[in-house]
Structure formats: C-alpha cells, structure tokens
C-alpha cells in the first residue's frame, strides 16, 4: 500500500511540474519566432486573427489595444494541448511585427504541435 501512495504521488509531481498556461504564454512574450510584414498593423491585425481559426486553434481573446491575440487548443489524442499567445505590433515605416508564441500545456508532451509556422504560413499566404 505504501508504495502504490509513493508511485500515485511521484506520478502527481510530474503531471503538476510540467504544466503550462495562458499566462506563461503571454510571459514569454519576446522569446518567440517573429517576422515583419510591409502592411500597418489595422491591415494585418483581422489576418492574424482569421489564422486562428483557420489552422484549427480556439480564440480566446483578442484585444487590438493590447496588441494580443490568445487561442488555444483542447485535448487530443496526441496532445494535452497548447496555449498561443500572437503579439501584432506597429513597426518601423508603416511595418508590422508578428510574434507568436506557442506553449504545449504539458511540456513533457513530445507530440503537441508548435502552432508557429502554420500561423506564418496562413499569414505569409495572405499578406505577401
């Protein structure tokens, strides 16, 4: 009995220890994939949050003001999901800076996608 209790606990220190959340998404702000994009922000803004949708994430919130778009995705066979925090800002000489940042909610998860180059890719296709 002692040791199902020490194998149930070791299983809930890892499960618990390699979690992740919007809000370390949103963190992580700078340490993600960016590119520049010749348009303003108010022509790529509606494009960056179309792609959301587009490459199978969920809008949780995007907010122009703060320059942030959120999405995330569920549970799925492959993947305890993934958290996506997109920061469009204005950029030099009517230039326009996307970053994106991709966190899988587990991170000891090998399989959950980053959603980085699907999102430039339905950008790239639709900006350029």
């Given at each position: 009995?002692?040791?199902?209790?020490?194998?149930?606990?070791?299983?809930?220190?890892?499960f618990?220890?390699?979690?992740?959340?919007?809000?370390?998404?949103?963190?992580?702000?700078?340490?993600?994939?960016?590119?520049?994009?010749?348009?303003?922000?108010?022509?790529?803004?509606?494009v960056?949050?179309?792609?959301?949708?587009?490459?199978?994430?969920?809008?949780?919130?995007?907010?122009?003001?703060?320059?942030?778009?959120?999405?995330?995705?569920?549970?799925?066979?492959?993947?305890y999901?993934e958290?996506?925090?997109?920061?469009?800002?204005?950029?030099?000489?009517?230039?326009?800076?996307?970053?994106?940042?991709?966190?899988?909610?587990?991170?000891?998860?090998?399989?959950?996608?980053?959603?980085?180059?699907?999102?430039?890719?339905?950008?790239?296709?639709?900006?350029?």
């Open positions: 009995m002692k040791m199902i209790r020490l194998i149930s606990l070791f299983v809930a220190i890892i618990v220890s390699g979690c992740t959340t919007m809000a370390d998404s949103i963190a992580a702000k700078g340490t993600g994939p960016h590119r520049i994009y010749e348009k303003s922000k108010s022509e790529v803004w509606p960056a949050v179309e792609a959301v949708n587009s490459v199978g994430l969920q809008l949780v919130t995007a907010n122009e003001s703060s320059n942030m778009i959120l999405a995330q995705r569920g549970i799925t066979a492959f993947s999901g958290n996506v925090a997109i920061f469009v800002e204005d950029y030099e000489n009517q230039q326009c800076r996307v970053e994106i940042v991709s966190k899988k909610s587990m991170e000891t998860n090998v399989f959950a996608p980053d959603w980085s180059d699907s999102i430039f890719d339905y950008l790239d296709s639709k900006l350029k």
